[in-house]
């Protein structure tokens, strides 16, 4: 999946998981209609500024798109330290990480 491919598919999980309309969305991120069907299809490359109104608007994480190898070496690593808990530490590191989520983002608790 290539970037764009990709930016596109978040942009309308995002969206759909706010229960928002294309139209919603367009007037809520300041981008036109258009520009949001053409993203969510995958069609056209977007301009920097659409990218950046609808990151900042749907708080999606702009490293996911511009550096995602980043994020693979991050889970990577995760998944290596994981790899030697028991399956009680598991639970225990899963209930502090979920806390500190909810922590950081009351808005999205989870």
């Known amino acids: 999946m290539d970037r764009k491919e990709k930016f596109g598919i978040a942009v309308k999980t995002e969206r759909?998981?706010?229960n928002m309309t294309q139209t919603e969305l367009s007037q809520k991120a300041g981008v036109s209609?258009?520009?949001i069907t053409d993203v969510e299809k995958c069609r056209g490359n977007p301009r920097y500024d659409t990218m950046y109104q609808l990151?900042?608007?749907l708080d999606l994480p702009a490293t996911e798109f511009f550096y995602p190898e980043h994020d693979r070496h991050l889970i990577n690593v995760i998944a290596e330290e994981l790899s030697y808990y028991s399956p009680e530490d598991l639970q225990i590191a899963f209930s502090v990480l979920k806390g500190l989520y909810n922590g950081l983002h009351p808005e999205k608790e989870k």
């Open 16 to 18: 759909l998981k706010r």
């Open 33 to 35: 209609l258009r520009t």
């Open 55 to 57: 990151i900042r608007y």
